[in-house]
């Protein structure tokens, strides 16, 4: 009778946690769902809004690594109209230095390079882009003035 009396009582206690627990990763389960369905619609700016409140809601847990992984991942998406090299490399770095032993962490590090890479690039673009003017205005002034020599 004492087996069976304890074994009602571990029950009792046990499945109100269970029943807890699942609903918890549930709740979470339909926001990455919402997230996902969100990213896959095109609707990034959605998207990213639905990862970044997973990622608050769930701190320094593997739901939050994936969803702050995900917010930078959307900002740099090649398809995203709207994407953010800025916004993805402060995304990437936030997501190594809170989780840096996850799965995700060697593709966070491939994405910022690349990243960096890219904003390096652009920098010395816009360089080179004032140099092509510069370029541009001392031809023409050479040119006025070859002309003005051969009349």
């Not at 069976?4 to 946690?17: G, H, I, S, W």
């Not at 966070?108 to 390079?113: G, I, L």
Request: proline letters at 3%; a positive charge.
């Amino acid at each position: 009778m004492r087996r069976l009396l304890f074994l009602v009582l571990l029950l009792t206690c046990c499945f109100p946690a269970c029943a807890r627990y699942k609903a918890d990763h549930t709740d979470h389960d339909v926001g990455f769902e919402n997230a996902d369905r969100l990213f896959q619609e095109k609707k990034y700016s959605d998207a990213i809004a639905a990862y970044d409140k997973i990622a608050k809601d769930s701190p320094r847990s593997e739901r939050g690594a994936r969803a702050l992984y995900d917010v930078a991942f959307t900002h740099a998406f090649y398809d995203n109209p709207h994407k953010d090299y800025v916004l993805a490399l402060q995304g990437f770095d936030e997501f190594l230095r809170v989780y840096p032993n996850s799965e995700k962490a060697r593709d966070a590090q491939n994405w910022r390079s690349v990243l960096k890479m890219v904003q390096e690039l652009k920098k010395e673009n816009g360089h080179l882009t004032k140099s092509i003017e510069q370029l541009k205005r001392i031809d023409i002034r050479h040119e006025e003035r070859r002309k003005e020599k051969e009349k």
